[in-house]
């Protein structure tokens, strides 16, 4: 028998092991509750803006009381869409937290989508309106597909509004969500027509810096929750500089990426991080009035989380392939 094996998830194998998105939502939460209480080893994440318009980041994080140590490494390439690829990729590694030996590879991509889905309907149950009449939708693509399925449930609209600059990206999203949706969707126009009025919004377009973005603040309504994926790439800064609370799930990650040219009008006033809300140090939305801003650009430990329940149900299944790493010990100090 190998003394280490490593066992591969593909994107397949990850959608066959019956984790829904309530459990994600579940597992995405818990992992935040225990950042707030100090359980969660998470240093900041690295950023490789190995070109202008291209970025790599390398995501660790351990987890102790879910026994979850690995890493992320997840990709931003906007002119994927070019190639008809969306512009997010990722692989994340699983280790062992006693030897620290990696145990598992898997697909980054669809834990990336599924865990950022759930991450904006953990902040809209403490950030949110009570009642959500609209929810609208700005970048029609991976990403917001699984904003849709989180934020569906969680919110309950009466309508979705729905937006993106590739027309047949629109359509395709509108044809396929809505048979998974029972929530009547719109195609929209234009940016205004998705936003103006809604109570909660989401961007998530191209991860670029922002020129002449179009979504303007005074479309967002008082009580509005909007949640940019993307940063600011849409966002004019009057929305996030005027914002009554500013929130997002890492400071110290919003000062990094201002670096390389985002919110280039400035940075907001922090209200708090995600974690300090969600853990009960900082109240949420205080009153029905409220303009809040969460701008979350993911952290590691919704990954490595989401990776740890993975393998664990792909385990107890037998699901994936194993592959041969180490073959004994002696093998180890041969060379
Ligand atoms: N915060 C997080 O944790 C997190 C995680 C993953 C991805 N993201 C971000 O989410 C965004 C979307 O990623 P994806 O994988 O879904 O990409 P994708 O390529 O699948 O989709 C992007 C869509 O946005 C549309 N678009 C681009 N500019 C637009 C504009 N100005 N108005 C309307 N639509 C526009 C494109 O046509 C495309 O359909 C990216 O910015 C990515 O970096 C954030």
Known sequence: M??????????????????????????????????????????????????????????????????????????????????????????????????????????????TAMRTGAVSAVTARYLGPRRVEVLGLIGCGVQMRTQLLALNPTLRPRQVRAFDIRPAALEAFVAQMQELVDVPIAACGSAREAVDGADVVVSATWLLPPQN????????????????????????????????????????????????????????????????VVGGQKPGRESDDERIVAMNTGMALEDVSMAKLAYTRAVQRGVGLRLPFIGSRDELYQF
Request: aromatic share 6%; proline share 9%.
């Open 213 to 276: 973005p179009p979504i303007k603040r005074d479309w967002l309504k008082p009580g509005s929750l909007m949640l940019p994926i993307d940063i600011d790439s849409v966002l004019e800064p009057e929305v996030y500089l005027t914002a009554d609370k500013f929130v997002c799930d890492r400071w110290r990650a919003i000062l990094d990426i201002h670096e390389h040219g985002w919110l280039p009008a400035g940075l907001p006033t922090l209200y708090a991080e995600l974690a300090e």
């Open 2 to 111: 190998a003394l280490a094996e490593i066992l591969f998830l593909s994107r397949q194998d990850l959608m066959g092991l019956g984790i829904s998105m309530p459990d994600v939502i579940a597992t995405v939460e818990e992992a935040i509750r225990q950042l707030a209480l100090g359980q969660v080893n998470q240093p900041e994440k690295i950023g490789l803006h190995y070109t202008p318009d291209r970025a790599l980041h390398a995501m660790p994080a351990y987890i102790a009381p879910q026994q979850a140590l690995g890493i992320k490494w997840v990709s931003s390439v906007p002119a994927n869409t070019e190639r008809g690829l969306p512009q997010t990729a990722g692989l994340v590694v699983l280790n062992d937290p006693d030897t620290a030996f990696p145990v598992a590879v898997m697909d980054g991509t669809w834990i």
